[in-house]
């Protein structure tokens, strides 16, 4: 499905990312973990358009992304919800939603999909018309996990969704987290909480200062001394 391959993205002469490659196959969560700074968001932006990558490739589906705008790399199929949320503060919760659709053609069906994003998320339906800025923390990632599923993505990337959040909610993120790839959509989740994320991926990567240093399932992962010591306390 998504294959990136001696992906190399440079900030003038900076090279953040130094020729990683990994894949995400159809039906599958897969999570990168890593440290802050090693990379992770940038490898984010790089597939979805918002970076030019220095060299490699990155394809979806057989379809070249690395020239592609990004609202283009949208219709294919794929969608992003950004760290730190990014949702649209003066609008409302049912703007920020139909904003999420804007690169479709099909109209009749945004109603039934943003009835769908309401089952997932009941709160949003109780503030559908609250501004978006006035919502909690916890609130606005699940407004922009639903505006991202609104496109109507084959895959939906995930960066950070857990950040500043309580324990509690970061169960609930995680859980939605699974019904939404349970529904049919692929997942690429980048995320600092090593452990949550291992427990919900079928594999996962370790990124560390713009290298791939570790890769296997998730239950691997967890139970590898490395990334025990490293990323999840002893």
């Known amino acids: 499905m998504l294959k990136v391959e001696n992906l190399k993205v440079r900030y003038g002469m900076i090279e953040a990312i130094k020729g990683i490659s990994f894949e995400v196959k159809d039906g599958e969560i897969v999570t990168l973990i890593g440290a802050n700074g090693a990379g992770k968001t940038t490898t984010m932006h790089a597939i979805s358009g918002l970076l030019k990558p220095a060299a490699g490739s990155i394809t979806l589906d057989g379809h070249d992304l690395v020239k592609m705008p990004p609202h283009k790399i949208v219709s294919l199929g794929l969608a992003q919800v950004p760290e730190g949320r990014r949702v649209f503060a003066q609008q409302t919760v049912e703007e920020n939603l139909v904003l999420g659709a804007y690169t479709r053609k099909d109209k009749g069906a945004i109603a039934e999909d943003q009835e769908k994003v309401f089952e997932l998320f009941p709160r949003l339906k109780e503030r559908r018309t609250q501004l978006a800025g006035t919502l909690s923390g916890g609130e606005q990632q699940m407004l922009a996990m639903g505006r ?3 496109a109507k993505p084959k895959i939906i990337l995930m960066d950070e969704p857990s950040m500043g959040l309580s ?3 970061v169960k609930e993120i995680f859980h939605i987290i699974q019904d939404i790839n349970k529904q049919g959509t692929t997942v690429l989740l980048v995320e600092q909480n090593a452990r949550m994320a291992l427990a919900i991926a079928d594999r996962a990567y370790v990124l560390e200062t713009g290298k791939i240093t ?3 399932t998730g239950a691997e992962l ?4 490395r990334v025990r010591k490293a990323y999840l306390g002893g």
């Not at 967890?222 to 001394?225: C, G, K, S, Y």
């Open 167 to 169: 324990p509690l909610l």
């Open 214 to 216: 570790l890769e296997g």
């Open 222 to 225: 967890a139970e590898d001394e």
């Open 148 to 150: 991202a599923l609104m």
